[in-house]
């Protein structure tokens, strides 16, 4: 019955799909559960309705890539109980500076994810965009609705210069989890 679930395996690069699917399936759970640190904090607040909206779609996106993780029979990073106590930590720590630290937050990760999603792109295309089509078109979707929960960062005021600080810290932050989840 699962075997209606899988995909075809054959003559696909296995352990980069691999990587690919595992870093991003971490990252979009750690996504959500930075928007659900936000809510705890901020979910009464005048940004809850745009934090919410943002969350749904991660919910979206994370629901896609545990579909593909069963596809493609990629097994999770270990790192997930991690994720999902420094995610929360992350969220309600920023929301706890106030709606511009949340949204400073919002701006760093989602740059970050956009640009790592940026590099999966090209990486899929250089290896053979016609095999990897279903691939690239989610992760070109989600491409763009990172952007867009990005630039909804920054319309409220999440670039203050107080902010930098932060923003290189959750950055760096981004690279190590990026690194880390591809490889354990
Ligand atoms: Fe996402
Ligand atoms: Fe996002």
């Known amino acids: 019955r699962l075997c209606s679930t899988r995909v075809a395996q054959g003559g696909i690069n296995k352990p980069i799909i691999d990587r ?15 928007y659900a640190g ?26 896609k890539f545990n579909e ?24 309600a720590g920023s929301a706890l500076l106030g709606k ?4 400073a937050c919002t701006v760093a990760v989602e740059e970050s994810i956009s640009e790592h999603y940026n590099n999966q792109i090209r990486t899929l295309i250089e290896e053979d965009p016609e095999k990897y089509k279903e691939l690239l078109q989610v992760i070109k979707q989600f491409r763009d609705e990172e952007q867009e929960h990005h630039d909804i960062g ?18 760096l932050g981004c690279k190590a989890a990026i690194f880390l989840s591809e490889r354990i």
């Open 100 to 103: 511009k630290g949340a949204m």
């Open 20 to 34: 690919i699917i595992r870093v991003d399936h971490a990252g979009e759970y750690g996504a959500n559960r930075i």
């Open 154 to 171: 920054l319309e409220h005021d999440a670039e203050t210069p107080a902010y930098s600080v932060l923003k290189t810290a959750i950055q």
């Open 68 to 91: 593909l993780m069963v596809a493609y029979r990629v097994r999770p990073t270990v790192l997930l109980p991690f994720w999902n106590v420094a995610g929360f930590v992350l969220g």
């Open 38 to 63: 936000q809510m705890a904090v901020l979910g009464r607040s005048s940004v809850g309705p745009v934090i919410q909206q943002m969350w749904n779609q991660e919910k979206v996106h994370l629901k």
